[in-house]
């Protein structure tokens, strides 16, 4: 477990929605982990992120390396979560929010049609995808209910889990993980929100990070994709289109939520994806049938 050294730079144009907030995020240092690590230290967080990868060559750390920290971890790990918890405390002096983002695609180990899948493909897919949720929301219930503290955790699930594409995206141990993953976060955010400490998730549609290189360049998904995601002219979502809901979700702003699933899809879930031409709007739509 390695972790970065300290720095002293700040970056004078935050507008500070998670000033002094000092937050961790599991799978923080590649993709939508990273991509809400950056959005966060904009907003004035105190940050540790962890990853089993290095952060990407391009990022440009030096205004905040203050504020963050990065350990390169393994979220798999029993400890990892406690560890970083533990850290964000020494470092910063508080903890007081999780975001897990940790998980990826199974295919490697045989994850697709339920006939198809190995057990050991199912194990470790669902380890990947759903143990390691369990692991770091474990560990931080833990610590704000020893500490007596209020505290928010937010998941980060998957559009698959209720909204299925069997022929494109049949990968059923990582749907199932995302969809247990709900009824996780559901659950803890009955049982805990007497201690004033919120659970929610956000599931993305079809996002352009290192796990879906598959789907960028495959030119059927491509196509799918414009119909399945409509908004903004039909495309993959980037990683920056969840950050504003993760902030507000980790923030004060969002202090009277819990225990919600916010969608973040470009319209996936409410979306067919059968070809069709664009509506006739040169005249305007008969109402009623014709005599």
Avoid at 128 to 133: G, R, S, V, W
Avoid at 176 to 202: D, E, W
Avoid at 230 to 238: A, C, I, N, S
Wanted: aromatic share 6%; net charge neutral.
């Amino acid at each position: 477990m390695a972790t970065s050294p300290d720095a002293t730079a700040t970056n004078p144009t935050l507008s500070g929605a998670l000033d002094r907030r000092c937050l961790v995020i599991i799978g923080g240092t590649r993709g939508l982990g990273w991509s809400a690590a950056e959005a966060c230290l904009r907003e004035g967080a105190r940050v540790v992120v962890v990853g089993r990868d290095p952060l990407p060559d391009a990022a440009n750390i030096h205004p905040v390396r203050d504020r963050l920290e990065v350990i390169i971890a393994d979220a798999r790990e029993p400890e990892t979560a406690v560890a970083a918890i533990d850290r964000c405390v020494e470092r910063f002096g508080g903890f007081h929010c999780l975001y897990h983002v940790a998980g990826g695609s199974g295919r490697a180990w045989g994850d697709g049609p339920l006939h198809t899948i190995p057990l050991s493909g199912w194990q470790q897919t669902l380890d990947l995808n759903l143990t390691t949720a369990f692991l770091s929301n474990r560990a931080a219930i833990h610590w704000f209910l020893r500490e007596k503290q209020p505290g928010c955790i937010l998941n980060c699930g998957s559009v698959l889990a209720n909204s299925p594409s069997p022929e494109l995206f049949g990968t059923l141990a990582y749907a199932t993980a995302k969809s247990a993953l709900v009824g996780m976060t559901q659950a803890s955010a009955a049982a805990y929100a007497p201690h004033n400490i919120r659970v929610n998730l956000v599931a993305p549609g079809l996002t352009a990070t290192p796990m879906s290189l598959r789907a960028q360049t495959n030119a059927t998904i491509q196509d799918f994709i414009t119909r399945k995601q409509p908004l903004d002219g039909g495309r993959m979502g980037r990683p920056d289109d969840l950050d504003a809901a993760v902030v507000w979700l980790l923030s004060e702003g969002s202090r009277f939520v819990t225990g919600q699933v916010i969608a973040i899809d470009g319209g996936w879930s409410v979306s067919e994806a059968a070809a069709s031409t664009a509506p006739d709007r040169s005249s305007p739509p008969c109402l009623l049938p014709s005599p």
